[in-house]
């Protein structure tokens, strides 16, 4: 059976034992440290700052049956961050977050070749959305037609 040390550790996740006492409002990281180590017993007083912290369900931190929480200690870290920044600094936050997220959407391009290779220099997308392979103009991914020499 899982301990309320091994739960707590999973709010936690990749936050550090101090960032993460300032978190829950812990004034002392070293009382955490034993915690989580399970060389001390969680205080209550301590239980009640996580829950309250993380929003955790009080029923799965001290007995592990209920719902897990819904947040990862990373996305904790995050709003705890955010909350302690400035206002210049949250705006720039959602900003390179809304950015990222636009440039996730982008579409993706796949290049094949009929030979079942393809180097870079066989193709080339403009942001018109037409493209040149192999020198030649194409519109909608299919080779313009070439006009015979004759």
């Known amino acids: ?13 990749g936050m550090s034992i101090p960032a993460f006492a300032r978190f829950i409002g812990e ?7 034993d915690v989580l180590a399970e060389r001390q017993r969680a205080p209550e007083d301590m239980l009640v700052r996580v829950i309250r912290a993380t929003t955790c369900d009080a029923n799965w931190l001290l007995l592990g ?13 995050l709003i ?15 900003g390179a977050l809304q950015g990222a997220r636009e440039a996730a959407v982008q579409p ?13 220099r066989d193709m080339k997308i403009n942001n018109s959305g037409q ?3 192999h020198g030649r103009e ?13």
């Open 1 to 13: 059976m899982e301990s309320i040390a091994a739960r707590v550790r999973q709010l936690k996740g």
């Open 27 to 33: 004034e002392k990281p070293q009382r955490l440290q």
């Open 65 to 77: 049956e209920g719902l897990p929480p819904q947040l990862d200690g990373d996305e904790l870290e």
């Open 80 to 94: 705890a961050l955010f909350r302690a920044a400035p206002l210049a600094v949250k705006a720039a936050a959602i």
């Open 108 to 120: 993706r391009v796949k290049v094949t070749a009929r030979s079942g290779n393809a180097a870079g």
């Open 131 to 133: 493209e040149r392979t």
């Open 138 to 150: 194409t519109k909608g991914g299919k080779p313009a037609r070439q006009r015979s020499g004759a």
